[in-house]
Structure formats: C-alpha cells, structure tokens
C-alpha cells in the first residue's frame, strides 16, 4: 500500500518545476512457469481441466474450432481456478472472438498446442471484426500460460496494397487489420510464456488495462512487416514486462496515452523501430505518459533505440521517464525525442504541444549506425523538453568514424558525466515561461 501510495504521491509530483526527477522502485516476480511442463494450474488440486477437444474441437487447422473454445471458456471461466487447455498436437483455427469474463479467481487460458485465424482477408468471414482476433474483455485475475504458439497468418494482410511497402495509405483500399491478442478492460492480468509470431497487425494489446504482469514471452515477426508492434499499451496503468524477447516490424513496446506507472526489464528487441512512448497527441488530442522506467535491457539491429514522438497540435505531458541500463547494437537513433513526429510529408507546424520533461538516460551504451546522429532531441518551439539529465552515456559507431554532432532543438537539462559522443547542445537550466504550458494539463 505504502508502495502504491508513494507512486501516485509521484505522479502528481511538480512537474513545473525544472530538476524534479521522478525515482521509484519496482517490484519483481519470479516466472510461475515450472519448466518445460505443464503448468501446476493443471494439477487436478488446483482446479478442473476443460480440455478443448473435448468440446469437439479437431485441431487440423481447417475445421472450425471456436465454438469449442468458447465452450471450454464458459466451463473454466465459472470453475474455481478452472483451465482451459488447448493441448499439444493440435493446430486449432479460431475465429475472431470476445472471451467475456470477469471469471472465478484462478482462471487459466493455458496454450500448449497451437491456435490459427482464418488464413489471409479473403477467408476471414465478412461478418466478423477486421480489427481484431482474440479479445479478452472484462477478463479480471486471469492467466494465459504454457509453451504453445499463437500464429496470426499476417503474411497476405502484410500485402493489402493500403500497406506501406506496396505503395502506401490508398485511401481505396482496404486496410483494416486485426491485432492478434487484445485485452480490454481487464485487471490483474498474466501472459506468461508462450510464443506470439505473425500477427497481422500489433501482436499484444491492453487497452484500459490495470496490474498487468507479462513474463517470458517471445514476440516473432519479419522486419518488413508493417506496423506489428510487439506489445501496445493504451490507458494502462502498472504494468510490468519483463524477460521477453521482441522482433517485429514496428515498436517493439509502444506506450500510448493514458499510460501510467511501466516497469520494462530485461526485454530483448531485435530489428523493427525499439521501444517508443508515442505516438502522442495525433489529431490535436490530449495525451498523458508517466512513471515509466526501462532497465536492463538489448535493442539491436533497430531503427531506433529508445524513443518520445509525440504529434504538434496536442496537447498534456510525458513526465517521470527512466531509460537505465540499456545496451545499443547497430541501432540508427539510440536516443530519441521528435516532437515533429509526422507521417506525411504537409504537415503545418502548430503551437501547440505534449510538454516532455523529467527525461532521464542513464547507462546506455553499444554501437549505432553512422546514417544518423546517435543522440536527437527534436522539441517543440513553443514547448521545449526539460529536465532532460545524461549519465553514462557512451556510443560508438558500428562501423566508420564517431558523430560528434548530436542534434538538439529547444532542449533544456543537464549533462552529469562526460558522454560519447560529447554532448554540448543541451541548455542548462529553465527556459522562460516554463510554468505557463504545463501546469495542471494532465
């Protein structure tokens, strides 16, 4: 409770004042998974088993199998610590699904097996949701574990021609995509250990999510595969993501607004665009992002490192950001803020903007491409970012010669330690004005 307490003392923290640095612990959780086995939730002790071939489903990867998972769901969501078991062996096609709960306390989702969508948009049915496959809504003090694959198929919805690499956003073409696991309004959640490879679209996504647990999981899809984030989070509060593996087309975590209170440890990201609080304030909204620390931690072969985008027109804050512990590997922009995030290429410049301040970037090292500067800090005019603190900053070029000309624009913080490549763009201090646009927006 005291823990609890003092995090939300820090969230409402002065954010107006310059040098006010956010520091907090986090807790950790051991991996529940015992081995290579099945999980103890399937010993007859700890709950019933609802085995979904014993609902009819026949696992070859053509019949349809949903109705028996939704059976199977609708007996171990009532059960004391029910399972629901999608066993080895079997390759099930489900379709796109909402499994309602909230559930009795102990609920498992355990995959051993593997679960399939319809292959591509022309055999996804046209009555169903383009946008989404596996939803869990309302889905409180649940579990999906084991050692199991889900398969999303993504290959010929990567290839709709509204996708980037066929030419771009036509507007006449379909482009509705579904993401492969979403949780909606859902509380007290694990994702433990299994495999998430091919989506069509985002791999995991939380959407009004609270005390969210995700462990040990491997996130797989091609580097070319467009907008594939690994794990999206939206309004999500206290989430923790540790000891996974990420390699995707696109961010490999993405923190979208209304995010509060992350803790990222000992994640792996490998091609795609790194780990990314933003896009915030698209369409002159307000966007809100704090208390969010990543630690421990390997970006490689990626076209960003660790990254704050946020549109011109909004409006709210980023506060309270830890980057600590992270090494770099033939990453183009280790270190990034662009608060000139644009997809095209007519965007108008606006007065407007999401305040960035209380950035911190300790302890982050490795190598980057020469094709950029490895440090970036592309702020506001009217809303610079401040409280902007380097320590133990050293990166070298993967290859050629060492970029000594960082870029900074509207920067304001301080450098604690000498850096590499020296770092000589940062205004000390505040800027003038500095209580004006951020007080009491968020």
């Not at 307490?5 to 006010?20: E, M, Q």
């Not at 995700?214 to 467009?226: A, N």
Request: include cysteine; charged fraction near 15%; aromatic fraction near 8%.
């Amino acid at each position: 409770l005291l823990l609890l307490l003092l995090v939300f003392h820090l969230s409402l923290a002065g954010v107006v004042r310059c040098r006010n640095h956010h520091h907090r612990r986090h807790s950790s959780k051991r991996n529940r998974r015992a081995g290579n086995g099945i999980s103890p939730a399937l010993s007859p002790a700890n709950g019933k088993v609802f085995d979904v071939t014993t609902f009819g489903a026949v696992g070859d990867s053509v019949a349809d199998d949903t109705e028996a998972f939704n059976a199977a769901w609708n007996g171990a969501c009532g059960a004391n610590s029910g399972v629901l078991l999608a066993p080895a062996g079997y390759k099930f096609l489900v379709q796109s699904t909402i499994f309602t709960g909230p559930c009795k306390p102990g609920f498992t989702f355990q995959i051993e097996g593997t679960i399939v969508p319809p292959d591509g948009p022309e055999s996804w049915p046209e009555d169903l949701s383009r946008r989404q496959w596996l939803v869990f809504y309302r889905a409180n003090d649940m579990a999906i574990r084991g050692g199991g694959v889900i398969d999303g198929r993504g290959k010929k919805w990567w290839n709709l021609p509204c996708k980037p690499h066929k030419g771009g956003f036509r507007v006449d073409a379909p482009c509705d995509s579904p993401t492969a696991i979403r949780f909606f309004m859902s509380h007290r959640v694990i994702v433990e250990g299994i495999k998430i490879k091919h989506s069509p679209q985002f791999h995991v996504r939380f959407d009004d999510c609270a005390h969210v647990h995700v462990d040990s999981i491997h996130i797989t899809s091609p580097f070319w595969s467009p907008n594939t984030d690994g794990i999206h989070l939206e309004n999500s509060n206290f989430v923790q993501i540790y000891n996974s593996r990420i390699s995707n087309g696109d961010d490999c975590v993405s923190i979208g607004s209304g995010t509060n209170n992350v803790d990222i440890k000992n994640v792996t990201c490998g091609s795609g665009h790194g780990i990314s609080i933003g896009s915030l304030g698209n369409h002159n909204s307000l966007a809100c992002a704090s208390n969010i620390t990543v630690r421990e931690s390997v970006i490689k072969n990626s076209a960003n490192g660790v990254r704050i985008k946020t549109w011109q027109g909004g409006s709210g804050q980023v506060t309270g950001v830890i980057f600590d512990g992270i090494f770099m590997e033939n990453v183009r922009n280790p270190i990034i803020i662009d608060q000139f995030y644009c997809l095209a290429n007519d965007c108008v410049n606006r007065t407007s903007a999401v305040s960035v301040s209380g950035v911190q970037y300790r302890r982050i090292s490795g190598t980057y491409s020469v094709s950029a500067p490895p440090m970036h800090f592309g702020c506001s005019d009217s809303v610079p970012c401040t409280n902007v603190t380097l320590s133990d900053i050293e990166l070298f070029p993967a290859e050629g010669s060492l970029v000594s000309d960082p870029f900074c624009w509207n920067v304001y913080g301080q450098i604690e330690t000498p850096t590499v490549p020296p770092v000589n763009c940062v205004s000390e201090g505040c800027p003038r004005s500095f209580a004006d646009y951020n007080a009491g927006i968020c």
